[in-house]
């Protein structure tokens, strides 16, 4: 299934969740930049808050997927796509490598976000999140957002994307209460093939979008 827009998909996507949650006390999630284009529909139907979860990747020598994941707050998974016995001899050989690649990547992620509000636990709290995405590849950015929502109390989870992989959608079936989600794809080339026109902002807009959004909410 292909789109001509982020805006579009998400327009397509708050037609579904809104029969069951407009009114509903809602808080919407963006996973990354494209997220936001497609998030931002979603909380314009629902009323409902938009927020950005920062996270950033740990990659290891020689090892082409990230064996982990991070955000600003330090929430940290290890990405599923390694068995456990894997993750074992990684995290053994590159305990020290790994442990400082968390503050590096930390540290850049207040950086770039300054003195800025992207997420507040307080506008999420006690409510049905949804966790949105302009697609998934594999789910593991599902697992560092679940860790940063763990110590927050919330209603429900959901999950929304237009496009997923079968692997994606096994382990949304696992983590989330609902699922919304307009395409599975079998062989997931790309997310932004999947779309006509490429209409994800630079990504200091995007922050400063979601810090203004963010802070009308706050206020």
Request: hydrophobic fraction near 40%; charge should be negative; aromatic fraction near 8%.
């Amino acid at each position: 299934m292909y789109f001509q827009s982020r805006v579009e998909a998400g327009q397509l996507l708050a037609k579904q969740i809104a029969p069951k949650y407009k009114g509903q006390n809602c808080a919407v999630i963006a996973l990354n930049d494209g997220g936001v284009m497609v998030g931002a529909q979603i909380a314009l139907e629902l009323k409902c808050v938009l927020t950005l979860l920062l996270t950033e990747t740990i990659t290891l020598p020689r090892e082409p997927d990230a064996v982990a994941g991070i955000t600003p707050e330090g929430a940290f998974s290890y990405n599923p796509r390694y068995s456990q016995g894997e993750l074992d001899d990684l995290v053994g050989e590159y305990y020290h490598y790994i442990d400082q690649e968390k503050m590096s990547k930390m540290q850049e992620m207040h950086r770039l976000v300054g003195k800025g509000d992207l997420i507040r636990k307080d506008l999420i709290r006690d409510k049905a999140v949804i966790l949105v995405t302009d697609g998934l590849l594999d789910g593991f950015s599902l697992d560092v957002a679940m860790q940063f929502l763990k110590p927050i109390h919330t209603q429900r989870i959901l999950v929304a994307t237009p496009l997923a992989s079968v692997k994606a959608v096994d382990r949304m079936h696992i983590l989330a209460d609902e699922i919304f989600c307009l395409s599975v794809l079998e062989d997931y080339i790309s997310t932004d093939h999947y779309y006509e026109t490429q209409d994800v902002p630079p990504h200091d807009k995007v922050i400063k979008t979601v810090e203004e959004i963010v802070t009308h909410w706050k206020n």
